[in-house]
């Protein structure tokens, strides 16, 4: 199974986990965060992304990161030197609740589905009823939910 490591500024990576444990709280343990706060030095970022990485347990694992050329994005790239990771910058809930529901398929198609669901999970919503809005959907019982 492939684990999940969100890397983002503070409180972000700790709240988009816990909005994941609450739409499937069995996913705790393959789900980590960390948070980078304002003064954490990169060096300090990046060894306790390590040990994080290492927390998970899991042979791969898609790294999830907020902005492309921040500090956690940056603590992130060098993360995955040495293992067998991916990289997702721009990580949203969308993006998120697609890479648990597929981290069983290969890292290679879960990064992509991971992009796929925070792209597909951004769209204007008018003020109308919610069947005149753009989208895909799909039934209400399917595990991507709506992503």
């Known amino acids: 199974m492939i684990g999940i490591l969100i890397i983002a500024h503070a409180p972000l990576a700790t709240a988009l986990r816990e ?6 709280p069995d996913c705790a343990e393959v789900v980590r965060a960390l948070d980078v706060l304002p003064d954490d030095a990169p060096e300090q970022s990046l060894n306790l992304a390590r040990e994080a990485l290492s927390a998970l347990g899991t042979e791969e694992v898609l790294l999830l990161s907020d902005v492309f050329g921040a500090t956690p994005c940056n603590v992130a790239q060098q993360l ?4 067998n990771t991916r990289l997702v910058a721009g990580a949203n809930l969308p993006m998120l609740l697609r890479s648990v529901c597929y981290r ?10 991971a992009q796929a669901g925070g792209t597909q999970g951004v769209m204007p919503v008018g003020s109308t009823a919610p069947q005149n809005q753009t989208g895909q959907r799909h039934a209400p019982s399917h595990r991507d939910h709506q992503q």
Not at 104 to 113: F, P, Q
């Open 104 to 113: 069983h398929e290969s890292l290679e198609l879960l990064a992509a589905r």
């Open 80 to 83: 995955g030197n040495g293992h």
């Open 19 to 24: 909005c994941a444990l609450h739409v499937f």
